[in-house]
């Protein structure tokens, strides 16, 4: 790889993960939660009541760091963990009627700025964009990574 392209790609992630960290910053500072919790509920959501497992897969992060995580919602009163009745070593996560409340009010993850230049484009340009983010990851070796509790490159206040 030439010099010149090597420092142009780093300049570009390092930018990406600029605004991924301000932008994380406004989500908490507007939610009070951190973007991997929002995911979280956003996974409880979604699934409906849902194990361990299949928020970890859902959300790309660890199982411990989805118990840690879980813990921190249901301390702030918005998730309910219960065991299965069939099977007492599976436990399956669910919304409080606040989850419910704060998960249908949550900000977009991404910059509006963003979700509207990206929804301008056309149905192939999306997918190719993607694609090749997706192929950074992989070229990183991203792939092979927890999405990292905390996706914040500075302190957490608070």
Same mark, same amino acid.
């Given at each position: 790889? &030439? $010099?010149m392209q090597a420092s142009q790609v780093v300049k570009a992630i390092r930018k990406i993960v600029r605004a991924i960290d301000l932008r994380s910053r406004? %989500?908490?500072?507007? @939610?009070?939660? @951190? =973007? +991997? &919790? =929002? %995911?979280?509920?956003?996974? =409880?959501?979604?699934?409906?009541? %849902?194990?361990t497992k299949a928020l970890s897969d859902n959300a790309d992060l660890s199982s411990a760091t989805v118990v840690t995580i879980l813990d921190k919602l249901e301390e702030k009163g918005l998730v309910e963990r219960y065991r299965s009745v069939s099977d007492r070593r599976i436990v399956h996560a669910k919304l409080t009627k606040s989850g419910k409340?704060?998960?249908?009010? *949550?900000? !977009?993850? *991404?910059?509006?700025?963003?979700?509207r230049k990206f929804d301008d484009l056309n149905a192939e340009d999306r997918t190719h964009l993607v694609s090749s983010i997706e192929q950074i990851a992989e070229m990183m070796? $991203?792939?092979? *990574?927890?999405?990292? +509790? =905390? *996706?914040? @490159? !500075?302190?957490?206040s608070g």
């Amino acid at each position: 790889m &030439q $010099a010149m392209q090597a420092s142009q790609v780093v300049k570009a992630i390092r930018k990406i993960v600029r605004a991924i960290d301000l932008r994380s910053r406004e %989500v908490s500072r507007l @939610t009070g939660l @951190t =973007i +991997p &919790q =929002i %995911v979280v509920l956003q996974g =409880i959501r979604d699934l409906g009541e %849902v194990t361990t497992k299949a928020l970890s897969d859902n959300a790309d992060l660890s199982s411990a760091t989805v118990v840690t995580i879980l813990d921190k919602l249901e301390e702030k009163g918005l998730v309910e963990r219960y065991r299965s009745v069939s099977d007492r070593r599976i436990v399956h996560a669910k919304l409080t009627k606040s989850g419910k409340e704060v998960a249908s009010n *949550l900000p !977009g993850l *991404l910059h509006e700025e963003f979700v509207r230049k990206f929804d301008d484009l056309n149905a192939e340009d999306r997918t190719h964009l993607v694609s090749s983010i997706e192929q950074i990851a992989e070229m990183m070796n $991203a792939h092979k *990574l927890d999405a990292a +509790p =905390i *996706l914040m @490159t !500075g302190k957490l206040s608070g």
